[in-house]
């Protein structure tokens, strides 16, 4: 009795790994390193690929056309992926996204259904960084740009993104956070990036276009909302709790000076009647070293003003 229930479990350990596999191989795949999304009326998809049979052959390199670019449009964000899979010829698979953009459209239409159909259908993980693109640009004017830096063209915005969230500029707001600030009703704030023509050796482009991290946005009730520039941007980070450091500039007598604030903390005090934001914080300089007493007030007072603009 025992072998048979033994066999009987191994068959259903087998049925159940069977049903659960994927025999897509992986060169039949469309990967998805970036996804740039508007809306205006329709989905319109563009899509960032790796190919390994670009012209930089088997070595992985942006600048040698290992990504190419891909479109697609529908009445809903499905149809617009399953168009972008019937340009390529091939399954798309999203499992390794490393970027969602989000542009024009979403000022009006609710952004949370494509948002929930990239998680529960396209298996997009929910550790997948989501930005916006500047109001007034469209994400696929992002997702074109030809950037030479890093692996795939994918790396460059996204090391924007994150470059700025060490620094205390911009937020760094996954998938998840967006699903989780959209079910408690809370405002999620978003990376916006732009685009510039100072590009030189950051584009293949012969207009020099590239991105530029331009402050951020909030998205609330499902929709993108207000823009705030980088001053704006650090301030609600910190009066929020989502960062509690900043590379400050600040002056002291009549030379311009940066420092790295930290423990940054922001308290409202209430004890006389009026909401008055008290700031505390430590300095250092760009290698470390202590600040003079001089210094330590300037840089507080700059480090005020900026909270004083949240």
Known sequence: MKRII???????????????????????????????????GKYHVSAMLFSSGGSGGDTIDASQENVIRVNGQGRTLAEAIDNVSLIDGKQIYMSETKLLILGSGFEEVNAVDALKTLYYDMRCSLNMPVCCAEKGTNAEDISSLQFTEGITSADKPLSLIENGNRMGVSPKTTLLDMLADSEGRRVSILPALGVTENGSGMTAADDGKTAVLNGSRYFEDGVLKDSLNEEETAAVMLISGRSNKLMLNYRSGSSEKTCEAYCIKVTDDLSRGKNVRRVSAKFRTR???RLSETDRKAALSALMEIVGNG
């Open 6 to 40: 033994l066999l009987l479990l191994a068959l259903l350990a087998m049925t159940a790994l069977t049903g659960c596999s994927d025999s897509t191989e992986l060169g039949d795949r469309a990967i998805i390193q970036a996804a740039a999304i508007d809306y205006d």
């Open 287 to 289: 290698n470390g070293g």
